[in-house]
């Protein structure tokens, strides 16, 4: 299936959401639910990207082939709208290009490539990394600097190397370093998208074209709107919405982890996703207690009949 319609500057699009993996009860991933849940953020949540087998989608936990099924029930429910990116990160190279052409075959429009994690490899490493997996398909590449999980940040002067190859089109940024995003978008031609939601809208104020967020389950369209009016020139308006959305932000990204937190999230606006896989663990009853009351705070209507 084609990719949808996509622009220099925001190559997967704008409002992106990392995806929960839904589980049944026992464990097994519920390929139904994947594609309601896909069909609900692009048709609900104004989402024009979705990231499949991403970290909030307990990837570390899902085999090979339930990531190569995860990409063909999406690409199937959504592709047609949606811009498709599959996390095809580990921290090993050769694993790393398999499993981006194992995308490339299951029908992603994208991939998103985390720095390998634990090993801690020098710049040198995660230049070749990188350009090992992009080498390896046809399909752009959206980069994910995360150190507080891999241990190591791409520095300014990799990306600035990287940003020569074709197909290395994009960072997710998750350092918090506005400064040295900045620096590079003026000496590249990378799109940069927000990977924090606590930084949303000072990413787009810099110049980043969208965000890959957590909490756009639940409040994609309000995050679509509020890059929307940030680009129209109503800033006024974008930062209404940002400081609205401050508790929701709070409530999910700031306990017991995005996976965790976003599921129960789902559960509380009627949309199930089931439990997750070890080693997280379900959140506590004082933990769904502050979600709540932080979800209304944001103005997120709630399921009379949720089931956390």
Request: charged residues 20%; hydrophobic residues 45%.
């Amino acid at each position: 299936m084609a990719a949808p319609t996509t622009t220099s500057d925001a190559p997967f699009g704008r409002m992106l959401t990392a995806m929960v993996t839904p589980f049944t009860p026992d464990g097994a991933v519920d390929y139904e639910a994947v594609q309601s849940l896909a069909t609900y953020l692009v048709d609900e949540q104004r989402n024009d990207g979705l990231v499949v087998s991403g970290t909030t989608g307990e990837s570390p936990t899902t085999s090979d082939q339930e990531k190569e099924r995860l990409v063909r029930a999406v690409v199937e429910a959504v592709g047609d709208r949606a811009v498709v990116v599959a996390g095809a990160g580990s921290n090993d190279t050769h694993h790393s290009v398999e499993l981006a052409r194992t995308a490339e075959r299951a029908g992603a429009h994208g991939l998103l490539v985390v720095t390998p994690y634990y090993n801690k490899p020098p710049q040198e490493g995660l230049y070749r990394h990188f350009t090992a997996v992009a080498d390896a398909t046809g399909l752009p590449v959206m980069l994910y600097d995360i150190p507080g999980r891999s241990g190591v940040p791409i520095r300014p002067e990799t990306l600035i190397r990287l940003a020569m190859h074709e197909r290395i089109v994009a960072v997710k940024d998750a350092k918090a370093d506005l400064f040295a995003g900045s620096q590079v978008m003026l000496a590249t031609d990378l799109v940069f998208y927000s990977g924090d939601d606590t930084l949303n809208l000072p990413w787009i104020s810099v110049g980043a074209a969208g965000c890959v967020s957590v909490v756009g389950h639940v409040v994609g369209a309000d995050i679509a709107e509020m890059m929307a009016l940030h680009r129209s020139g109503d800033v006024a308006g974008a930062l209404e919405i940002h400081r609205r959305l401050l508790p929701v932000v709070s409530g999910i990204m700031m306990q017991a982890g995005g996976a965790i937190m976003a599921k129960a999230a789902l559960a509380m606006v009627g949309r199930p996703a089931g439990p997750v896989r070890p080693p997280l663990a379900e959140a506590t009853e004082r933990e769904l207690a502050i979600l709540r009351a932080d979800l209304a705070a944001g103005g997120v209507k709630l399921s009379d009949g949720d089931v956390t």
